[in-house]
């Protein structure tokens, strides 16, 4: 049985004015400069993730039983429209509804959005600016870990009841968890209102993809 496997990545280097190799990830001691706030030098920094992503599709598609979709259209499962132009997008849909769908949506930028379950979007990088200092790795590293756990069932969506409800997502991770939560309100009222019978019967979470006959 294969496990996955991150693909060899040649990475960018990238340069200052000076020549220096810019180190992302460990630029700042303390808080940033205020004039690296919402600036993106380097965007194209994080093409990696789009090789990451596409291991992972490859991945999943070998190993379980899923119903795969390859269309821009698929693009429309986000909860929002992406920021940037979507140039890839797919969707994999095990063959057993207990368990939470995956879209991931390339775009120009480059990044990944993940559409996971019903009602959760998570875009990797969350955000690219020259204050945040993210790194390629640090966000391929998020993306794998929470696609990993979707697979494995360690994956949960709610919705709590009242008058302003919160929605929330958990991940366990074999290392520990994460977890969030948003306003009801704030999300499409038509997906809120589909989601909500099928998550009352997933209280315990969404189940493990079954396995393809071939990787089984």
């Known amino acids: ?91 994999l849909q095990p063959n057993d509804p207990a368990c939470a769908s995956l879209t991931l949506v390339f775009t120009a930028y480059p990044g990944i959005y993940m559409h996971a379950g019903l009602l959760h979007d998570f875009h990797y990088p969350a955000c690219g600016c020259d204050a945040c200092d993210s790194t390629w790795e640090g966000e391929a590293d998020d993306l794998e870990q929470q696609v990993l756990a979707v697979v494995a069932g360690n994956y949960r969506e709610s919705i709590e009841r ?8 958990a991940f366990t991770y074999s ?14 009222a038509d997906r809120l209102k589909a989601a909500k019978p099928i998550l009352r019967d997933r209280t315990e979470g969404w189940v493990s993809w079954p396995r393809s006959a071939s990787a089984s």
Do not use: K
């Not at 810019?22 to 380097?42: C, K, L």
């Open 1 to 91: 049985m294969s496990s996955y496997v991150r693909p060899p990545i040649d990475a960018p280097v990238f340069r200052d004015a000076d020549g220096q190799i810019i180190n992302y990830g460990r630029r700042w001691h303390g808080s940033p400069p205020e004039d690296t706030y919402s600036v993106d030098t380097h965007p194209e920094r994080f093409a990696p993730i789009h090789s990451v992503a596409d291991a992972l599709i490859t991945y999943l598609c070998d190993t379980y039983d899923v119903e795969v979709d390859e269309d821009v259209e698929t693009a429309t499962d986000l909860l929002r429209p992406a920021h940037h132009h979507v140039v890839r997008a797919v969707r």
């Open 175 to 188: 290392d520990g968890a994460s977890s969030g939560r948003s306003c009801a309100q704030d999300l499409p």
């Open 162 to 169: 009242g008058l302003r409800p919160w929605v929330s997502y």
